[in-house]
């Protein structure tokens, strides 16, 4: 949940902390838990991206 | 609405079997602008921390940030001009270069200057190079008949990138330290994004043997299949836009775009307390805000941007702007604040695709980054002014009421300039003159 800036206005600590504080009382989840599983998404999307990529141009030159 | 035929590749036949390549890169520099936004909009965690540990003020935290918006609105035509002349993949790949390097420079500064001098100027500077500015080119190279559609993603992943890693670097400061933070951030940018640019992104279809939206080479009867088409109004430098009435219209919409979004940006939180609105509540708010943000851009892109008038887009979504400004006004809080999130969340992202493909189709491909990089800054400097006026205004009449009449009026009339933008006249979408080169 980030502030909806378009062009990187800068951002408001009191109102990020409120959403973080939010997000601990919905998930219920340890920091350890939550930072591992978007570690997870953030290497899934590009690997996953490139090697999709790299297929489409193998499979064009062959 | 468009006639695809008119972009060049009407009979929408595709030159390959699978997803076209172009595809491939929208994800690429998704995920690029993703960090990039992310890291951006993560400013705000670490202030505490810093001062703490430097024995500096917030205000003066404040005063870095506002001259690192400042230095990335201006090197936003800077970047986009590169792009124009350079091509997007190499400005885009220098560019999170430099954040990676300037991030972990952060992460090991030794006193406050030096991380004030990282963010503000290389961090600033190199975070415009891999966001929208510069790959307004690139995509309109690649997609002409879904030029809406392909910038809309790219635009949501702003959008991704501050759900996803403003939380990620709230929970490393809770394990860890701020050090540690931005470092990992600075590690996803080198490790993770700067490969994913220089494998994937490739500046022209031409150069893998494409054309733009994936079409066939050559037509049923043999001709060849034409790339991309100017417009009347293309132009072979950036100056001459503005002798023509679009530009002006574009950028009097984009500066009340500015305006009102930068406004809630930074002053969310001192109206969520005058009303008395709690922090739950302002949260999840915002966060609804987000989501119908997110949605918004991606219904609008796939949906309706490139099957009617761009125009026509910009015009409903300045008004619905406008009504969620209004919403604040005539109803109670927190319901004004919930309906206000829904309404003007659903418009809050969705100008910069519109306003990038309507500038890219009127003035043509060749000048499109320098150009889209004056609006946007145009747009940065008018919220930058905004957020000010909206402070002295606050201060003087002690409510934001006056600020959101001014906010609705101003909105209406945005809605109005982009009405009144003569787009079939004017861009190539529908008046196609000559080829440009893809």
Redesign the interface.
Known sequence: ???????????????????????D?ILGQG??V??TA??V???A??LA??V???R??G??QA | MASGGSTGGSQGTTG?R??F?GW?IV??VF?MV??S??F??????F??SWTEEYEVS?SFL?TV??V??MV??IA?PVVGGLADRYGARVVAGVSIAVLGVSTIGMAFSFNIWALAFFYATLA?FS?AGA??TPLTPLISRWFVRRRGAALSVITAGG?G????????A???L??ANWRVALAVIAG?MLV??L??VF??VRDRPSA?GLRPDGDAATNADGSRRPQIYDGPLTVSHWRQAYHSAPMWQLTLTYVV??VT??V???H??SFAKTEGIN??T???A??L??FA?MASVLIMGFFISDRVQRKNALTVIYAVRGLGFLALLVFPSPMGLWVFAVVA?SS??A??PQTSALTAEVYGVRNVGTITGML?MV??CA??VA?LVAGFSFDYFGSYDPFWVVSVLMLGGASFMAWTLREREVSARYRPMRLAEA
């Open positions: 949940m980030g502030i909806r800036a378009h062009h990187s206005e800068p951002t408001d600590s009191e109102l990020l902390e409120w959403l973080v504080h939010t997000l009382s920091p350890v939550i930072v978007i570690a998404v953030v290497i999307i590009p991206i490139a999709l990529a790299l489409r141009r499979g064009r | 390959q699978g997803i390549y491939y994800a690429a995920f993703f960090v936004i992310g951006r909009q993560s400013y705000g965690l202030l505490p917030v404040s940030a506002f690192g918006w990335n609105g936003q600033s975070n966001m929208f959008s990138g501050a759900m996803l890693l403003i939380p990620f709230a929970y490393l809770e394990l996803i993770l994004v490969p994913l494998l994937v893998m775009c500015g979004t930068a809630i940006a930074v969310f939180v922090e739950t302002a949260a999840l915002f966060a805000l987000s943000n969340g809050w992202l100008t910069v946007t747009h940065m919220g930058a957020v």
